[in-house]
C-alpha cells in the first residue's frame, strides 16, 4: 500500500480542519498521514488544533505563506519522509471514506 501523506493548510480556520480531520479519520485507506500547515493564524488555531485532534504533524509557519507557500513546506516534509504520493487537500473538505482508495487504485493502473 503506497504511503499518501495529506495536506491541508489551515488559517484561522480550525473548526474546518478539525472538522477535515474528523472525516478523513473514517476513511478506508490505512496507508496514510495528515499534515497540517498553519499559515502564521492569529486566533488560537494551533493550540485548539493540538487539543482537539490527533495523529497528524503541524508544522506552524511564522508567517503567513498563502495557499502555495504553505502547500510547498508540506510537500518538502512529506519527500524528507519517503511519501509515495501527495494529496493537496482543502481544510474545508469533508471526504467519502472510499476517495483514498479509488485514487490511489487509479494512479496505479495509470503507471502499469
Avoid at 13 to 40: F, Q, R
Avoid at 88 to 110: C, G, Y
Wanted: glycine letters at 4%; aromatic letters at 10%.
Amino acid at each position: 500500500m503506497p504511503l499518501v501523506y495529506i495536506i491541508l493548510i489551515n488559517y484561522n480556520g480550525y473548526k474546518d480542519t478539525i472538522e477535515c480531520i474528523n472525516s478523513l479519520k473514517k476513511i478506508n485507506y490505512n496507508n496514510y498521514k495528515i499534515i497540517i500547515i498553519d499559515n502564521a493564524s492569529s486566533d488560537d488555531s494551533c493550540k485548539i488544533l493540538r487539543q482537539k485532534t490527533e495523529d497528524y504533524i503541524l508544522l506552524e509557519s511564522k508567517e503567513n505563506l498563502g495557499f502555495a507557500g504553505g502547500n510547498n513546506l508540506g510537500i518538502k516534509y512529506a519527500l524528507e519522509h519517503n511519501t509515495d504520493y501527495i494529496m493537496l487537500l482543502n481544510n474545508d473538505t469533508v471526504v467519502e471514506t472510499n476517495f483514498l482508495d479509488n485514487m490511489v487504485v487509479s494512479f496505479n493502473k495509470d503507471n502499469s
